[in-house]
């Protein structure tokens, strides 16, 4: 289904641009590309003491507006598989915007806690690109009605999983703050495969010197034998000079039955040298989920260097202290890509 998608898509762009049709008043292009490809070292480890890996987050694609209000757009990714890796459709869509309505059909991703700027840093991270609370693909409809200050939401969609979602809403924006509640139900929640209603806050406060960031949710998970759950993600950064910040935050996930939680605090200080830039990591994660608990603390060292506006590549290298385990490391090569263009 996505393959047939993708080429409807080439065909639909390459007709376009052969017959110059005028329905186009201005096309955006995009590319991005961060990347880490490295290895980790396990001195105590027997059946392979140095395992060679990558991560790579790609995207491609175009914006067209539309004349008339409206937009179409659509980009491409790709899946990293054992022996190959596939490119594949992310995200699909077209709106039409009238008054102070807009009706969208998307294919697209829902994301919350996806603001965070600290799991943003390091593309190893495993929320890097993701939402710290929940994360869902969906294909369906969406309406939205905005004011100045306000905007209401509507989604009505299908996840990957063939289930319904069902999402509502309510934003709230003035000056240097932001806010928005919500209400999401899934058919099947795709961490505990059971249904999931959510219920969910956030809000983001931001000035030049100071950025603060906040999400939680309540998962009612009836079908679950542990309960519901909570997650709730802090974050602070503060920039008191122009070459130099620090932030700290800390992601919490408690079990209603068992009493039980997992925590992960993440605090970095960056600092510039000339164009360099450099920053500092500290991670705390402890894992109560499971039998026996788990924590495990990493020292990071991120250093970076613009070859130009669109390119940055450095050195990442870690060092993890488990309780569980013996002392292992982790370095690698960082690269952040990413060109824009109206064409």
């Not at 996505?2 to 409807?8: E, M």
């Not at 010197?209 to 602070?236: A, C, H, M």
């Amino acid at each position: 289904m996505k393959r047939n998608r993708i080429l409807f898509l080439i065909f639909f762009f390459i007709l376009t641009k052969s017959f110059a049709l005028e329905m186009f008043d201005r096309d955006n292009f995009y590319f991005q590309l961060n990347s880490f490809i490295g290895f980790d070292h396990f001195p105590d480890r027997e059946y392979k003491t140095t395992n060679y890996f990558d991560r790579n987050v790609f995207f491609a694609g175009w914006k067209y507006r539309l004349r008339q209000n409206s937009k179409f757009w659509f980009d491409l990714t790709y899946n990293d598989k054992f022996y190959a890796r596939e490119i594949l459709l992310n995200r699909l869509g077209v709106s039409y915007e009238i008054s102070d309505f807009i009706f969208s059909a998307k294919y697209d991703d829902l994301k919350y806690g996806a603001e965070s700027q600290i799991y943003a840093l390091q593309v190893k991270d495993r929320f890097y690109d993701l939402g710290v609370i929940e994360n869902y693909q969906f294909n369906g409809g969406e309406i939205i009605f905005h004011k100045k200050k306000y905007a209401v939401k509507g989604l009505l969609a299908g996840n990957s999983f063939h289930y319904l979602i069902g999402n509502l809403e309510l934003n709230w924006k003035h000056k240097n703050l932001k806010a928005k509640i919500y209400y999401l139900f899934v058919g099947r929640n795709e961490e505990y495969n059971t249904k999931n209603h959510s219920f969910g806050i956030e809000t983001k406060f931001e000035i030049p010197y100071l950025t603060f960031y906040q999400s939680f949710v309540y998962q009612y998970l009836p079908n679950r034998e542990k309960g519901d759950k909570i997650k709730t993600l802090w974050e602070i950064i503060v920039r008191p000079i122009q070459y130099f910040e620090f932030g700290s935050n800390l992601f919490l996930e408690s079990f209603e039955l068992s009493q039980k939680q997992n925590s992960q605090s993440q605090s970095f200080l960056k600092f510039k040298l000339a164009s360099l830039e450099n920053y500092f990591f500290y991670r705390y994660n402890k894992i109560e989920e499971f039998s026996s608990d788990y924590l495990n603390i990493e020292y990071s060292f991120l250093h970076l260097y613009p070859f130009s506006k669109h390119f940055m590549m450095g050195i990442n290298a870690s060092l993890f202290t488990p309780d569980f385990d013996d002392n292992y490391y982790e370095i690698g090569l960082q690269v952040n890509f990413s060109y824009e263009k109206n064409i």
